[in-house]
C-alpha cells in the first residue's frame, strides 16, 4: 500500500494577537526594490548588497512572516537553517537588517517552480489570454480559487511554487512538522484533500 503524500500551502498567519508588520523591503539607503515581486518568482535572484526590513507596526517578532506588498518570505536564522537543511538546492537566503532587532532574520527566496495544479479537481481556474493585453502573461493562471495539486506530479519536491500561480508556496508533510516541532511562530498550513488510492491524486490548498 503506498503510503500517502501531503503537502500544505504555507501562509503568513495573520491572527497572532499582537504581531509585527513588516514593509517593502529596501537597501541601506532606503530605497525600495525595482520589483518587490521578485521573492515569489520562484527563480534565483542576485542583490547587491544587504538589504533592510522596515517595521510597519513594532510589535511582536514573528519567525514567519510574508513582507510588503510583494510578500516577501521573512524567517528567523532558526527557520532559515531548518529550511537549508531540508531543502538545501531550492532555497536562497539572503541575511537583512531590522529595526530594533537582537536576532539574526533572512528574506527567503525559493528558487523551485512544479507544474501541478490540478485544474480539473480545483475549484475554478482562469488564464490570462491574449485578449486581457498582457502578452507576457498569456498561458499563465489569472485566477485560481480552491486550488489543488496533484501529488503525483511533485516528485522528491519539498519546498517549491506551483507554476502558473507562483504566490503560493508549499511545502511538504517533512517539512511542516519539522516547522511545527521548533514552534515557528507566524506559519499557517491549509491542508485540502490526499487520495493515494486515485490515479490522480489531489490536495487542496
Not at 31 to 46: A, M, S, T, Y
Not at 64 to 72: K, T
Not at 75 to 92: F, G, I, M, R
Request: hydrophobic fraction near 40%.
Amino acid at each position: 500500500m503506498l503510503l500517502e503524500a501531503r503537502y500544505f500551502r504555507l501562509t503568513d498567519d495573520v491572527s497572532v494577537p499582537g504581531r509585527w508588520e513588516l514593509g517593502v523591503p529596501v537597501d541601506q539607503q532606503g530605497r525600495e526594490l525595482d520589483d518587490p515581486w521578485i521573492f515569489k518568482n520562484g527563480v534565483p535572484v542576485h542583490l547587491h548588497g544587504r538589504l533592510r526590513v522596515p517595521i510597519k507596526l513594532h510589535s511582536k517578532p514573528l519567525d514567519f512572516s510574508l513582507a510588503g506588498i510583494g510578500v516577501a518570505p521573512v524567517v528567523h536564522v532558526n527557520v532559515a537553517s531548518l529550511l537549508k537543511e531540508l531543502a538545501p538546492d531550492d532555497v536562497q537566503l539572503f541575511p537583512v537588517d531590522i529595526d530594533g532587532q537582537p536576532d539574526q532574520f533572512c528574506i527567503l527566496n525559493v528558487t523551485r517552480v512544479v507544474k501541478c495544479i490540478d485544474d480539473e479537481a480545483s475549484e475554478e481556474v482562469s488564464y490570462w489570454t491574449p485578449e486581457d493585453g498582457r502578452p507576457e502573461k498569456v498561458g499563465l493562471y489569472e485566477s485560481v480559487h480552491g486550488m489543488r495539486i496533484d501529488p503525483t506530479k511533485v516528485g522528491a519536491a519539498r519546498l517549491f511554487r506551483t507554476w502558473g500561480w507562483t504566490i503560493a508556496l508549499i511545502v511538504s508533510e517533512e517539512i511542516k512538522e519539522a516547522l511545527e516541532c521548533i514552534r515557528a511562530s507566524g506559519t499557517k498550513f491549509k491542508e485540502g484533500i490526499h487520495s493515494a488510492e486515485r490515479c490522480r491524486g489531489a490536495a487542496q490548498m
